[in-house]
């Protein structure tokens, strides 16, 4: 139950003994240099259209994990395949492809989304690099994607600026920005963790009906075992680099085997408040 190393063929994406070590003189921590071990010996599977949940405390290596997954950072051990290819090998047009194709919802909108940009050219310039329709199709597809995550009319947003939303709507045009691009896979991470709990609760909602109707699979990051346990199919709990317990999303956490999760789950309040939607309606 330490981790699953077997992939089935049902699988979109597999880490294979991933690592990654940071090594700087300048932490204080590294101990004769040897580095912190942010990501160590990870293997795990994603299987087409689940939700996946990483789910673990500050500083386990969940971001770091998703930068790997996304090619923004590169492995000093394991492999990590996308559809069965190795993402490290891909250069040129396949790297293209792959970059529309894998798309991140970043955890602070306010951060990510340029604040000279209208709303309209935020969700648009995505489409403008990746050279994608003319601009009467750019103009339909991104009102089709700001409409479908709750901006709507959307021409009422076109011409605002970010610092004109509030928090929940400058996160439904970051995630607008994601899915205009119709991605299958979409890594979250924390995307909701600036928000207050009934804005996240809708957040939750517009992503469990995007997952719904646009086949996506997620990669879902979060500390919080309640939002993992309402969005997420199967999660691997992570420590300190590690995972520590991986299963379906209901089994670890009515169930959990390692004392760690167990520490996570004592630490919930909310918990037991939120459903997973497969437990009933919300
Ligand atoms: N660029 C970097 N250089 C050096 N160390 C780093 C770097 N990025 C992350 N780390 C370290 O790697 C470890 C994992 O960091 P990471 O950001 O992946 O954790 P996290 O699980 O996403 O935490 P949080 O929940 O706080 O976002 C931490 O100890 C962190 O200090
Ligand atoms: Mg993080």
């Known amino acids: 139950m330490m981790s699953d190393t077997t992939a089935p063929d049902s699988a979109i994406l597999e880490v294979q003994n991933v690592s990654r070590i940071y090594r700087s003189r300048r932490f204080l921590f590294a101990?004769?240099?040897?580095?912190?071990?942010?990501?160590?010996?990870?293997?795990?599977?994603?299987?087409?259209?689940?939700?996946?949940?990483?789910?673990?405390?500050?500083?386990?290596?969940?971001?770091?994990?998703?930068?790997?997954?996304?090619?923004?950072e590169h492995p000093d051990g394991g492999d990590i395949r996308f559809e069965g290819m190795s993402v490290s090998s891909l250069?040129?047009?396949?790297?293209k492809a792959f970059r529309r194709r894998m798309q991140m919802i970043p955890q602070d909108p306010y951060q990510s989304l340029n604040p000279y940009f209208s709303i309209y050219d935020t969700v648009a310039e995505p489409l403008v690099i990746h050279g994608i329709g003319d601009d009467a199709a750019r103009h339909e597809l991104v009102r089709k994607a700001l409409e479908s995550c709750g901006l709507s009319p959307a021409q009422d947003y076109y011409p605002r600026y970010p610092h004109q939303l509030s928090g929940g709507q400058r996160q439904r045009a970051a995630i607008a920005r994601v899915m205009v691009l119709d991605p299958d896979f979409v890594i979250a991470d924390e995307p909701t963790s600036m928000l207050d709990a009934s804005i996240s609760f809708s957040i939750f909602r517009l992503l469990s009906k995007i997952r719904k109707k646009q086949r996506v699979t997620f990669l879902f990051i979060t500390h919080d075992l309640a939002a993992a346990r309402?969005?997420?199919?199967?999660?691997?709990?992570?420590?300190?680099?590690?995972?520590?317990?991986?299963?379906?999303?209901?089994?670890?956490?009515?169930?959990?085997?390692?004392?760690y999760t167990k520490s996570l789950i004592a630490a919930q309040p909310r918990f037991s408040f939120v459903k997973n939607p497969a437990e009933g309606e919300v």
Do not use: M, Y
Request: glycine fraction near 16%; aromatic fraction near 4%; hydrophobic fraction near 40%.
């Open 230 to 259: 309402f969005f997420c199919d199967r999660i691997a709990v992570v420590r300190q680099g590690r995972i520590v317990e991986t299963g379906p999303t209901v089994a670890v956490i009515e169930n959990p085997q390692h004392e």
């Open 91 to 95: 250069r040129g047009r396949g790297l």
């Open 31 to 72: 101990r004769d240099d040897k580095g912190i071990t942010a990501v160590d010996n990870v293997s795990l599977h994603v299987r087409l259209g689940e939700v996946f949940g990483l789910v673990g405390g500050s500083g386990s290596g969940k971001t770091t994990l998703g930068r790997l997954i996304l090619r923004l």
